[in-house]
């Protein structure tokens, strides 16, 4: 089995955290307001946080189970991870980051990691920047280079924790298009967080409706917009104000298309 199944219980003072859900070889957005569990969602598959009870599988392989006691250390899931702020290491050059990533994940040495780096730094278009610092590139430039850095190990899993949140429009709509290609690109399971309706209506193979803990619907956006399950899915995804602006993506999509081709 290709993708990833969850079933997780978390309770902390004042949340409760309580979904089952899986998916399969698919990009799937997150979707949800802040505080209804979704990055805590991610902590969890990724081994960063421990359920009070639950179980996680990727690919069909078991990494944690309340039941047993299976618990695999987070740096033997083979997951990708993308943090909101990056996380990108300032002392470290653009290619000593994704440098990181690969001995990381492979613990490998020499003219092989070397020449993955460069791989990643040409397939990111970022090879001129290799000998940069985080602070002296742009904001899309330190994206290009977190994902390169969460790719190298060539993951079972990529998790993305609202990637796009410090960048603007435009930027935003280039990052888009940049997961939907890495997704093919790489042939992984993608889980996207984010409370942002374009992002999900634009990207998504599939959509988890988080609302207070639970994972209150999930399904194709177009699905769960003409049949939401309850009053908060039909909230959470109404697409209505945003399509002044989604009627531009496209148009934008449609030149660019029409210049390169």
Request: hydrophobic residues 40%; glycine residues 6%.
């Given at each position: 089995m290709t993708?990833?199944?969850?079933?997780?219980?978390?309770?902390?003072?004042?949340?409760?955290?309580?979904?089952?859900?899986?998916?399969g070889n698919e990009l799937v957005v997150i979707l949800g307001e802040s505080g209804a569990g979704k990055s805590m969602t991610l902590k969890m598959v990724a081994g960063l946080m421990r359920p009070d009870e639950g179980m996680v599988r990727i690919n069909g392989r078991k990494v944690y189970d309340s039941t047993d006691g299976t618990l695999i250390p987070?740096?033997?899931?083979?997951?990708?991870?993308?943090?909101?702020?990056?996380?990108?290491?300032?002392?470290?050059?653009?290619?000593?980051?994704?440098?990181?990533?690969?001995?990381?994940?492979?613990?490998?040495?020499?003219?092989?990691?070397?020449?993955?780096?460069?791989?990643?730094?040409?397939?990111?278009?970022?090879?001129?920047?290799?000998?940069?610092?985080?602070?002296?590139?742009?904001?899309?430039?330190?994206?290009?280079?977190?994902?390169?850095?969460?790719?190298?190990?060539?993951?079972?899993?990529?998790?993305?924790?609202?990637?796009?949140?410090?960048?603007?429009?435009?930027?935003k709509t280039q990052m888009r298009e940049l997961i939907k290609s890495i997704k093919t690109d790489f042939d992984v399971p993608v889980i996207l967080v984010t409370h942002d309706l374009i992002d999900a209506y634009s990207m998504a193979d599939r959509v988890i409706v988080y609302h207070s803990g639970t994972a209150a619907a999930i399904?194709?956006?177009?699905?769960?917009?003409?049949?939401?399950?309850?009053?908060?899915?039909?909230?959470?995804?109404?697409?209505?104000?945003?399509?002044?602006?989604?009627?531009?993506?496209?148009?934008?999509r449609i030149q660019t298309h029409s210049s390169t081709g």
């Open positions: 993708g990833l199944e969850v079933s997780l219980e978390k309770r902390t003072d004042t949340f409760h955290l309580c979904l089952q859900w899986e998916i987070a740096r033997l899931r083979r997951i990708g991870y993308v943090f909101q702020n990056l996380a990108l290491f300032p002392h470290m050059t653009v290619y000593e980051n994704i440098l990181y990533g690969a001995s990381s994940a492979h613990r490998l040495k020499g003219d092989v990691l070397r020449g993955d780096v460069m791989d990643m730094l040409c397939q990111f278009h970022i090879e001129a920047l290799a000998g940069k610092y985080p602070r002296e590139i742009s904001g899309g430039q330190q994206q290009r280079t977190a994902l390169a850095r969460a790719l190298i190990g060539r993951p079972e899993l990529l998790l993305l924790d609202e990637p796009f949140s410090s960048l603007d429009n435009t930027l399904g194709q956006f177009n699905e769960l917009m003409a049949n939401p399950l309850s009053d908060a899915v039909k909230r959470l995804v109404d697409i209505t104000p945003y399509m002044t602006i989604l009627d531009k993506l496209r148009t934008d």
